[in-house]
């Protein structure tokens, strides 16, 4: 679809719906990589490790994963043809609008495939956003590596050295699974996508919480969130597909948690 005509869909869905000033970044993959909506950097990066993220080039080059033309929800999409262990990313500087003391948000994406045949063996996080770590100042979702059917969870973790003084593993530490959302009968299928949004908010102030939605039901809300975040603003990464074999489309942030009937109605666009 020409740009002229649609920027996005999405974009123009949401602006039907007077979300349009909460909508910073939107990537659909519909002609290329980059962003049809950023407020900072409109790049897809990758490299071959989160190790060398500082090193990451602009483009796929070196990874296993494409952008196919009609792949998508309404047009492209990204497929990660084997499990993805290289670095692939968009910078959050702009895009995603962090503040360790009061971090409010939604993050927003499509998923296509069965995760019982598709994925390889260990965790799979399609989304993880941090500078650092799934365990230190990170929201992610991950599908775990031993159960059957693979559940699904949502993880939202600050500081480490607070929530965590001791870095115990988390299968030692209750702390960690405790936290979680956790989905033992996800909908994910090969035949349809699937919206998965997270909604968060106040995270930093003592009191964040966080709501894991799948096709615009809630599946949970995590316990209160009471440490802090911190974030080295020039490595703030939103990592796309770690470990991940399968389809993603429309990968949206907004500037604050939407509500659940927004979120309902974002899945319906």
Known sequence: MPYRVAVCLLSVGLAAQG?????????????????????????LYSAPSYKEQRNAKPGLEGTDVELVNGAGRKGGALRFKTKNTKAVFYKTEGNLPFDGKNWAGTISFWLKLNPDEDLAPGFCDPIQVTDKAYNDSAIWVDFTKDDK????????????????????EPDKNPDFNNRLVVVKQAPFSRERWTHVAITHERLGSGKGAATLYLDGKSQGVTPSIGEGFQWDAALGALRLGVNYVGLMDDVAVFRRALTAKEVAGLGRL
């Not at 993959?29 to 409109?42: M, N, Q, R, T, Y």
């Not at 693979?150 to 480490?160: C, D, M, N």
């Open 149 to 168: 059917p693979r559940h699904f969870r949502l993880g939202v973790f600050g500081a480490l050295k607070e929530w965590n003084p001791k870095n115990l």
């Open 19 to 43: 979300w349009k000033k909460d909508l910073v970044f939107h990537a659909n993959f519909d002609g290329g990589l980059e962003a049809k909506v950023a407020a900072g950097d409109k790049r």
